[in-house]
């Protein structure tokens, strides 16, 4: 069984900060684990993984997280936010090698000036 | 790479009547495919997983013969909502996954507005 929390529902940062967005797992298996960006009325685009080796995974647009099994988490992270990173993002598991996903319940970056 | 299309991208139908959404792989041969539901402000609800020339495997609780899903082709699966009423309104996103080791990603088509009035 495998299951995904993300807190806080929703996230405010300005343009420039820091954006740290967390998520904790539970897998009875070592975890493949994702991070998903969705724009309004659109699918889902895959912002990094990981599955094994480095824990500190880089993904697209900035964004990395980092794998820490001691305390179950793949918190994302990005140095400095822009406009254009507001969306939901999703974490998400997989009980490694081809099953199938459990997604957190999202979570909703605004990007203020 | 690795895309998906859905079609159509919106829908609008009457109730009591079906509709049919098709989940493409457009540049890879997917063996299996996922059906999600997502409702709004929340998250994907996994439907159903099929695998190529073999029936779905449906979630719990999610009605097999009113999601019906077929996967007849490596590039191809369809999610036909059958009888649909204004409670099946949703929107509805396909993956897809290659075959191999390893193949743990799935691609996410863009997905389809339901709407039944």
């Known amino acids: 069984a495998q299951s995904v929390t993300q807190l806080g529902s929703h996230v405010s940062v300005s343009e420039g900060a820091l954006v740290l967005l967390r998520c904790n797992y539970s897998?009875?298996?070592?975890?493949?684990l994702f991070w998903y960006v969705q724009y309004p009325n659109q699918g889902l685009q895959l912002l990094l993984k990981y599955t094994t080796g480095a824990t500190l995974v880089k993904g697209i647009n900035g964004f990395e997280a980092e794998f820490k099994k001691s305390e179950t988490s793949f918190h994302l992270t990005k140095p400095s936010a822009h406009m254009s990173d507001a969306a939901e993002y999703f974490c998400a598991v997989s009980g490694g090698g081809g099953n199938k996903l459990t997604f957190g319940t999202g979570t909703q970056l605004k990007v203020e000036l | 790479g690795a895309v998906v299309s859905q079609h159509p991208s919106w829908v609008i139908c009457k109730s009591g009547t079906s509709v049919k959404i098709e989940c493409r792989s457009l540049d890879f041969q997917a063996t299996t495919m996922f059906w999600y539901r997502q409702f709004p402000k929340k998250s994907l609800m996994l439907m159903a997983t099929s695998n190529e020339g073999s029936k779905a495997t449906y979630e719990q609780g999610v009605e097999k013969d009113k999601f019906l899903i077929n996967h007849a082709s490596l590039t191809l699966s369809t999610l036909t909502v059958t009888s649909a009423h204004p409670e099946d309104s949703s929107f509805y996103i396909c993956?897809?996954?290659?075959?191999?080791?390893?193949?743990?990603?799935?691609?996410f088509g863009p997905g389809t507005r339901l709407t039944v009035t």
């Open positions: 993956s897809a996954r290659t075959a191999g080791t390893g193949s743990y990603e799935q691609y």
């Open positions: 897998s009875s298996v070592p975890p493949y």
